[in-house]
C-alpha cells in the first residue's frame, strides 16, 4: 500500500517494516530498563582502573592492585551478562546481582580497613582518609542503586516494563 511521505513521494509500507521498527523500539525499550545497571557497572569499572592507574604511577603495584582488579573483573562479568539479556529473551540479571551483593561487601570491609588503617596500605596515593573514604562510599551508593533496580526489574516494578511488555505482547503500534 503506497501513501504520500515527504515531498509528496510515495511511500511504500509493508509489514517488513514495520516488524523491523517493532524489533528496534523493542530493543530500545529493553535498553532503556537496563540503562542504570550499564551506566552503574561502567562508573564501577572506571573507578577501579583509575584506583589501578593510580597505584601503578605511585610505584605501588603490589598486593594493593588485587581488590580494584577483582572489581574491574567483576564489572567485566556483570557486563556480559547484561549483554546477553539484551540480545536473549531473558530478563533478570542474577549473577550480576549476585555479584554486586559481593562487591558490596569488599567495599564495606575495604571503608573499614580504611578508616581502621589508614590509607597507607590500600590507596597510598592519598594524603588523608576523607578521599578514599568518599570513593569507596561513592562506590557503595553505586552498588546499591546497581541491586535495588535489578530487583525492580525482576519485579517487573520499573518504570519501563509497561512499555516493553506491549512492545513484546504487540499491543502498540509503531509510531
Known amino acids: 500500500m503506497a501513501r504520500k511521505g515527504h515531498a509528496g513521494r510515495a511511500v511504500v509500507h509493508d509489514q517488513g517494516y514495520d516488524e523491523t521498527a517493532r524489533r528496534t523500539q523493542l530493543r530500545s525499550a529493553k535498553n532503556s530498563r537496563y540503562a542504570l545497571v550499564r551506566y552503574g557497572v561502567a ?11 593510580l597505584l601503578g604511577f605511585t610505584g605501588h603495584l603490589g598486593i594493593a592492585a588485587v581488590l580494584p582488579t577483582v572489581g574491574m573483573t567483576i564489572c567485566g562479568i ?9 540480545v536473549s529473551a531473558r530478563e533478570d540479571l542474577p549473577l550480576t546481582r549476585d555479584l554486586m551483593v559481593g562487591s558490596s561487601f569488599l567495599s564495606g570491609v575495604t571503608l573499614v580497613v580504611t578508616l581502621s588503617a589508614g590509607t597507607s596500605l590500600l590507596f597510598p596515593f592519598f594524603s588523608s582518609v576523607g578521599p578514599a573514604c ?12 546497581i541491586i ?3 530487583g525492580r526489574i ?3 516494578l520499573d518504570r519501563g516494563f509497561d512499555r516493553y511488555q506491549a512492545l513484546l505482547n504487540n499491543d502498540r503500534m509503531v509510531r
Open 148 to 150: 535495588f533496580k535489578i
Open 134 to 145: 568518599a570513593a569507596l562510599a561513592v562506590a557503595l551508593v553505586v552498588k546499591a542503586a
Open 78 to 86: 556483570c557486563m556480559w551478562e547484561h549483554y546477553a539479556v539484551l
Open 154 to 156: 525482576h519485579d517487573h
Open 43 to 53: 562508573v564501577l569499572f572506571f573507578l577501579d582502573f583509575y584506583w589501578v592507574l
